[in-house]
């Protein structure tokens, strides 16, 4: 069995999901404002540190701020431009603790140096929130490594009682604030997990398809230009229920939700809507949901039970989509899916029908 530390240290990326969750409440743009501005402030503190008689002195301390500034401009540029794919969100994270420690190394003053570490937080907050803990243990490691560096020189000042009291306070905050975040985001992910699930089938409920829909769209690759939704409705479902009880029912529910997840790719998100009806999302190259729903009927119509289903299908272009209309292009969507599928039903069952026209 893993220890608390290894689960602690195992525990997976929260950029996807907390991704999809901010931007699902409308929060992405503030999240973006405020991380430029947080970067920005940076720039703007090593720049009044440069103009100023208490600033480094020295070609190579000089150097080493003008180095954290650029690193500052770099995160406004980057979160004015667009949301960071996860590795772009770690490039910056690593960004920023690197520039908060130039800037903490070039700084003549240890004291001002020490109290500069204290922005290791900030960093370590923002990777506690969205990141490994790896990351975590780096950001904390190098902040330890300049708070010592900047102790040491205070204590050669004559300060040791200070060096050793400020050392312990900037190790506190660098260690408490990450932690007490990841605790906080970790609780919260189970919690939504879940609420988020279907009790039966394991499949999302259809309030986290919205949730996971959108995060699907915001981490797509760029060569992912179309979303593509079928919605499933089991034909004569309730035949089953009459004839063989709700047990017999359930099962097959479970049956066609593990189908469905054998049948769609890794990245799709599945839903149980309400019922007998199911929905899928996923991006794709190309706008093109015939193979996706000829996949369905076929693994549906494949189970060891006597079931079949009826599919509808839309897709539409994400290229030149802005973020803020993902959601209602989303519920299009599924709107025209669902029409599709009633097409489908009304023709048979049994098959699909694809929504050929956004109206």
């Known amino acids: 069995m893993p220890t608390p530390f290894r689960r ?3 525990q997976p990326s929260h ?11 409308g929060l992405g743009m503030a999240t973006r404002i405020m991380m430029a501005g947080i970067s920005a402030s940076l720039a703007l503190c090593l720049v009044a540190l440069l103009m100023s008689v208490d600033g480094p002195h020295g070609a190579v301390p000089v150097a080493m701020t003008w180095t954290a500034f650029a690193g500052g401009v770099a995160g406004v540029v ?15 994270a690593m960004a920023t603790n690197t520039s ?3 800037a903490c190394l070039a700084h003549p003053d240890p004291m001002a140096a020490m109290m500069g570490c204290i922005a290791f937080a900030t960093s370590g907050g923002y990777i506690a929130f969205f990141h490994t803990s790896k990351y975590v243990v780096y950001n904390f490691v190098v902040a330890a490594g300049v708070a010592l560096d ?3 020189r205070l204590a050669a000042h004559g300060h040791l009682a200070l060096a050793g009291v400020d050392l312990f306070l900037v190790l506190q905050v660098n260690m408490a604030v990450p932690l007490a975040i990841q605790v906080m985001i970790r609780a919260l992910g189970n919690d939504l997990v879940r609420a988020d699930l279907d009790p039966l ?3 999302c409920n259809r309030r986290a398809f919205q949730l996971e829909a959108l995060a699907l769209v915001t ?8 979303l593509l939704v079928a919605v499933i409705d089991l034909d004569d479902f309730k035949a089953i229920n009459d004839r063989h009880g ?20 890794a990245s799709a998100v599945i839903a149980r809507s309400g019922g007998e009806e199911f929905i899928v999302a996923d991006t794709s190259p190309e706008g093109n949901a015939a193979p996706l729903a000829q996949g369905i009927c076929r693994a549906i119509a494949e189970l060891p039970v006597s079931i079949t289903a009826s599919v509808g299908t839309a897709c539409a272009p994400l290229d030149g989509t802005p973020t803020r209309q993902h959601q209602a292009l989303l519920d299009h969507l599924v709107g025209a899916a669902d029409k599709a599928m009633y097409r489908a039903k009304r023709s048979g069952g049994n098959r699909f029908q694809h929504f050929s026209r956004l109206d």
Do not use: K, M
């Open 15 to 25: 950029y996807d999901w907390l991704s999809g969750y901010l931007h699902a409440r």
């Open 246 to 265: 709700h047990l017999a029912g359930d099962r097959v529910l479970v049956e066609v939700a593990a189908a469905l997840r054998s049948c769609t790719s």
């Open 78 to 92: 980057l979160w004015s431009a667009r949301w960071p794919t996860p590795r772009q969100s770690q490039a910056f």
């Open 8 to 10: 602690w240290w195992l």
């Open 201 to 203: 089938t394991n499949l």
């Open 100 to 102: 908060i420690a130039l």
């Open 219 to 226: 981490a797509r690759p760029t060569s992912e230009a179309f």
């Open 150 to 152: 900047a102790a040491v």
